[in-house]
């Protein structure tokens, strides 16, 4: 009979067994023959003790006294294994123990950890790897990592001892440190997103890298890098804003548009390719109130001003004695007054005069042959002016003579109809003459208002 105990030192299970036993009273007898008994176990050469003292190697043949023995295998690398084996004097006694092969544990790790460990490519975990029953000997590890170069490690294991194996994985990636003015910029790399500015890129394959950086309102940063496996660069990206336009108009068109006091032409006026910031926008138009705002124009934006101008003139209206009067504003031509329609010219028709800036003028009316007025005025705004009826004194300035079968005459020309021609021929004193008694008109006067010289035969 045979009882294998494991783990337990030899000299406890002899003890423990031999307490178990009932105690018989001894009595004197022939020492008993020893038999043969063939020791075997799967580890060839395994040390054995056999009841704490009789010791050697498997295989073995032993001589044991009839009855129980306690049999302990104790082979390097391997526990303690403990055997109970009756020697039975009509038996044939063999002992034949399979023993826990030899081992030791070893501890794999990577830095950086996670890294998958194979052996003859079987996969065996992830570091860090516990394997608590390894056989001795020689063995090659694979340890693979995503960014890292696959790296292959040799360990000699010895039964019974502890081993560990600390593999410092080398990257097969480069890494980039990417910044940009302004910082918040969008990082791709090869075209796949990678986080904003400032970012450290830290698994870039090694080779060709196209690395992106944009912002909105600012132009596309692009760099083409070559990188090696265990690189560490830097990337500075200055991203250029993109420009913006700044178009003014105003109500009506035609003001005069000043940027910082800078004239910048007519309205509507279109500027592009502005830089983004605050400006100073004024524009300025005659008869209407100067107008000015300050815009500011963002990153890549499209900006419309609108003004709208309020007027600051007035009007005047006025009639003249006689029609014909021509109207002058400081200098300025601003009118002539006609007469009515199939009416004589002694007064003409009112003349309305817009848009005449507010503030003080000076006011001149005038006619050949008549003598100019000329008058101070004040235009408020938004307010007509009425001036009434303007009389000029007429000058007498012979112009014209007229020729007859009789006579002659010198004066001022007044007016040519089908039957008469008149004229002025001394001060209030006007001469009707027959159109059939003429015989030839002269001008004396460039500025004659009279008709043509004509001659009759």
Excluded: C
């Amino acid at each position: 009979m045979k009882t294998l105990f494991s783990s337990l030192p030899g000299t406890f299970a002899a003890l423990a067994l031999l307490l178990a036993a009932p105690a018989v009273a001894r009595e004197p007898a022939a020492q008993p023959q020893k038999l043969p008994v063939a020791l075997s176990a799967s580890i060839e050469g395994a040390p054995f003790t056999i009841d704490g003292t009789q010791s050697g190697q498997a295989p073995a043949t032993v001589w044991l006294e009839p009855g129980p023995h306690i049999i302990r295998f104790a082979p390097e690398g391997s526990p303690a294994t403990f055997a109970e084996f009756t020697v039975d004097p009509a038996a044939n006694n063999e002992l034949n123990v399979k023993l826990p092969a030899p081992s030791a544990p070893v501890l794999l790790l990577s830095r950086p950890a996670g890294a998958t460990v194979q052996r003859n490519g079987i996969t065996l975990g992830v570091t860090p790897l516990l394997l608590p029953e390894e056989a001795p000997g020689r063995h090659t590890f694979s340890f693979r990592l995503n960014g890292y170069r696959d790296q292959q490690s040799e360990l000699q294991l010895t039964a019974g001892t502890p081993a560990q194996l600390d593999v410092a994985l080398v990257s097969s990636t480069a890494a980039v440190s990417v910044t940009s003015e302004p910082t918040g910029a969008s990082v791709s790399v090869n075209g796949f997103p990678r986080g904003t500015t400032p970012v450290t890129l830290s698994d870039i394959p090694e080779g060709e890298a196209s690395i992106e950086i944009s912002a909105p309102g600012y132009r596309k940063f692009t760099s083409q890098m070559r990188v090696a496996a265990g690189d560490t660069l830097a990337l500075h990206a200055p991203l250029e804003a993109l420009p913006s336009s700044l178009t003014v108009v105003t109500i009506p068109a035609g003001a005069r548009v000043y940027v910082d006091n800078v004239f910048k032409g007519n309205s509507p006026l279109e500027l592009q390719e502005i830089a983004a910031g605050e400006y100073r926008v004024r524009v300025d138009m005659a008869g209407y109130d100067s107008m000015a705002r300050n815009v500011t124009v963002k990153i890549d934006q499209q900006v419309t001003e609108e003004f709208k101008l309020a007027a600051n003139v007035g009007s005047i209206r006025v009639s003249t004695a006689p029609a014909g009067v021509t109207i002058l504003i400081d200098g300025k031509a601003a009118g002539k007054t006609v007469a009515a329609d199939e009416s004589s010219d002694t007064v003409s028709e009112p003349l309305l005069i817009p848009d005449v800036l507010q503030g003080p003028h000076t006011i001149t009316f005038t006619r050949p042959g008549y003598g100019e007025s000329v008058k101070s005025i004040e235009i408020t705004r938004n307010q007509e002016l009425s001036l009434g009826t303007v009389t000029l004194e007429r000058k007498f300035i012979p112009d014209v003579i007229v020729h007859t079968r009789k006579d002659v005459y010198r004066g001022v020309y007044i007016e040519k109809t089908a039957e008469f021609y008149r004229i002025e021929t001394s001060p209030g004193l006007i001469r009707s003459i027959p159109q059939r008694d003429i015989t030839r008109v002269e001008l004396i006067r460039t500025d004659a208002q009279a008709p043509a010289p004509e001659t009759r035969r």
